[in-house]
C-alpha cells in the first residue's frame, strides 16, 4: 500500500526557509554545551561532532572505552584535561559522567528537507514525539530510532523537550548520529509530509487497530508518539491516517512513552523484514 510519490521531499515549513542555524539549548555553560559519560562521548567523537574541550577525572580507571575516546580525541586534535574529579561533578550538575566530560557546540538541529532528501535504500523512517516533556524518554527514543535505522526525529520546538545533556546520556550516544529536527507546529509538519508521499501512523491506547494489522508500516512513514499520561493531542491524532494500539494482556493499562515506541519501532522493523 502507497502513497503517491512515497518517500518524496516534504514541502518547507517557516522554520525550513528561514533555514535557522543550531540553537542553544539547556546545559550550555559559558563555553558550550556539556556531554557527560563514556558512550555519548565516544559516539560524539565517532561521529564527527565538533568537540572544544575534553575533560577526563583524574582518578578515572583505564578502560577500552577510554583509550578509544583519548585516540579519537588525539586524531582530531581535540585539547584532553585531566582534571580533579569534582571539577567534572560541577560541570555534570547532577549527571552519571563515569569521570569523562566533554565541552561542545550548542546541538545541532537539522532541517528537515535535508533529511528527507538524504540518499537511503529503504523507505523514509521519522519517529515524531507529541509533546512529550522527559528528556529520559526523548533520549531513550532516539536511541531505539537509531537502533531500528530510523532516519529522523521530529520535536515540536514548544512545550516539549528538547536535546539536553539528560536526553544525549539517556540516548547513549544515539543522538551524535540520528538528525533530529524541531519544528514549529507538529500538524502542519505532519500533514506536509503526507503531501509528499508519507505515511503518518500514530500510537493510540484506545485505536481499534493492533499495530501488528497495519499495513502502511512498510512504507515511507512518520511514527507519532504521544505525551507521557495523555497521549496524542486531538489535533494531531485527528491528522494520522491511522490510529494503532499495542496488544495489551496483563493489567496494566498502558507503557512508558519510551517503552511504546521501542515496542512499535521494532514493528515497524519486522513489517520491512
Not at 3 to 26: F, K, P, S, Y
Not at 55 to 76: F, K, N, P, Q, Y
Amino acid at each position: 500500500m502507497s502513497r503517491g510519490g512515497r518517500g518524496g521531499a516534504a514541502r518547507r515549513t517557516g522554520q525550513d526557509r528561514g533555514r535557522r542555524h543550531a540553537r542553544a539549548n539547556v546545559g550550555d555553560g559559558g563555553d558550550g554545551r556539556v556531554v557527560v559519560g563514556l558512550h555519548p562521548v565516544r559516539e560524539l567523537l565517532r561521529a564527527g561532532r565538533p568537540v572544544r574541550r575534553l575533560l577526563v577525572a583524574d582518578t578515572r580507571d583505564a578502560s577500552a572505552v577510554l583509550a578509544e575516546i583519548l585516540g579519537l580525541a588525539r586524531d582530531a586534535g581535540i585539547v584532553v584535561e585531566e582534571v580533579d574529579r569534582a571539577r567534572i561533578d560541577d560541570r555534570a550538575e547532577g549527571q552519571v559522567h563515569q569521570g569523562v566530560l566533554a565541552i561542545a557546540p550548542p546541538f545541532p538541529y537539522a532541517m528537515l528537507p535535508d533529511v528527507v532528501a538524504r540518499p537511503r535504500t529503504e523507505p523514509l523512517l521519522l519517529v515524531a514525539l507529541d509533546s512529550v516533556t522527559d528528556p529520559h524518554n526523548l533520549g531513550s527514543i532516539a536511541r531505539t530510532a537509531d537502533a531500528v535505522g530510523a532516519h529522523g526525529l521530529l520535536l515540536p520546538s514548544r512545550r516539549a523537550a528538547s536535546v539536553t545533556p539528560t536526553a544525549e546520556k539517556a540516548a547513549a550516544g544515539a543522538l551524535a548520529h540520528l538528525p533530529v529536527v524541531q519544528v514549529a507546529n507538529l500538524v502542519r509538519t505532519l500533514k506536509e509530509m503526507q503531501g509528499g508521499g508519507t505515511w503518518v501512523v500514530g500510537l493510540d491506547g484506545d485505536a481499534p487497530d493492533p499495530i501488528g494489522d497495519c499495513r502502511l508500516l512498510a512504507d515511507a512513514l512518520v511514527l507519532v508518539v504521544g505525551a507521557e499520561g495523555r497521549g496524542l493531542s486531538r489535533l494531531t491524532a485527528e491528522t494520522c491516517d491511522q490510529l494503532v494500539r499495542l496488544p495489551m494482556r496483563g493489567a496494566v493499562g498502558s507503557l512508558n512513552a519510551s517503552v511504546a515506541a521501542a515496542v512499535a519501532l521494532y514493528e515497524v522493523l519486522r513489517h520491512r523484514g
